[in-house]
C-alpha cells in the first residue's frame, strides 16, 4: 500500500508540474466552462421560471447533471488518451515489464487526468452557485457519499474504455456510447420520467441516471442519506460490481494483449 502511494504522489507531482508549465490550458479549460454555464443559464432564462423539473429551478438542475455527466465522459476520455498515447509512442510494452502489476500501472498512468476532470466538476458547481447563483443547500454528509460513489463509478468507466482499447483497439466506441444513448438516458438536462415508459424503465438500469439524481437530491435539495438510501445503497451496489467486472476485464484484456504481442496495436 505504501508503495502505491509512493508511486502516485510521483505520477501526481510530474503532472502538477506539467500542467504548472502549460498554463494556456487551463485557461482554455475555464473559459470553455464559463461559456457553457452562460449558454446553460440563458437557456433556463429563456424556458422562464415555472419550469421546475424534480423541484428544483431548471439552470441549478442542468448544472448538476450536465456537469456530472461530463465528468463520467472526460473520465473515460482520460484513461482512453493515456493509454492511446502509450500505444502510439511505444511505451506501454516497456511499462508493462516494470515490477508494478499491469492493472495497477494503467490506474496510475490516467489517475492525474481523473483528478484533473474532478477539479473541472468542482470549479463547474463551484462557478455555477458564485457566478450565476445557482441556489445549493446541500447536505454535506450525502454530498460527500454520492461523490465518493460517482468517483467510483467514472473509474469504472475509464478501466472499462482502457479494456476496450487494449482488446479491441476500440476504446472511442464507448465515449460514442456516452455521447449518444446514455446521455439521453441520465437525465442530465431533462427529467427521466419526461421520456416514454419503455425508455424510463430502461434509464433506471443506467448508473449515471442514480449519481445525478442523488447529486441533485444531495447538493440541490439537502436530502439526509436517509432520504436518498435507496438511491445511494443502488448506487453502491452499481459502483462495486462496475469496479469488479472493470478490473478482471483489464486484467484479462491486459494479460491476453501480452501473450498475442498487441499492446502497441491502436
Known amino acids: 500500500m505504501s508503495s502505491m502511494l509512493d508511486k502516485l504522489s510521483v505520477i501526481l507531482r510530474r503532472d502538477l508540474l506539467i500542467a504548472i508549465r502549460h498554463r494556456t490550458g487551463f485557461v482554455m479549460t475555464l473559459a470553455g466552462l464559463l461559456t457553457e454555464l452562460t449558454a446553460f443559464y440563458y437557456l433556463s432564462r429563456a424556458i422562464g421560471p415555472g419550469f421546475h423539473p424534480d423541484g428544483v429551478s431548471y439552470f441549478p438542475f442542468l448544472l ?64 455555477g452557485a458564485a457566478i450565476f447563483q445557482a441556489s445549493i443547500h446541500a447536505n454535506l454528509l450525502s454530498c460527500a457519499i454520492a461523490i465518493v460513489l460517482s468517483l467510483a463509478i467514472a473509474l469504472a468507466l475509464g478501466i472499462f474504455a482502457v479494456t476496450f482499447q487494449v482488446a479491441f483497439q476500440k476504446g472511442s466506441a464507448l465515449l460514442w456510447l456516452l455521447g449518444s444513448g446514455l446521455w439521453l438516458l441520465s437525465g442530465a438536462t431533462f427529467p427521466v420520467q419526461s421520456l416514454p415508459q419503455p425508455l424510463v424503465m430502461l434509464a433506471r438500469m443506467v448508473p449515471f441516471t442514480y449519481a445525478i439524481d442523488a447529486m441533485r437530491g444531495a447538493l440541490l435539495d439537502g436530502r439526509s442519506v436517509m432520504a436518498m438510501a435507496t438511491t445511494l445503497i443502488t448506487l453502491a451496489v452499481f459502483a462495486a460490481a462496475l469496479l469488479v467486472i472493470a478490473m478482471l476485464g483489464l486484467s484479462l484484456s491486459l494479460r491476453r494483449a501480452r501473450r498475442f504481442g498487441t499492446l502497441s496495436f491502436y
Open 64 to 127: 448538476v447533471g450536465t456537469g456530472l455527466y461530463t465528468f463520467f465522459v472526460m473520465s473515460a476520455q482520460a484513461f482512453l488518451s493515456s493509454v492511446q498515447e502509450a500505444q502510439q509512442t511505444g511505451t506501454l510494452e516497456v511499462l508493462m515489464t516494470t515490477s508494478t502489476a499491469p492493472a495497477e500501472l494503467i490506474v496510475l498512468s490516467s489517475v492525474s487526468a481523473f483528478t484533473g476532470s474532478f477539479t473541472n466538476l468542482a470549479v463547474y458547481i463551484f462557478a
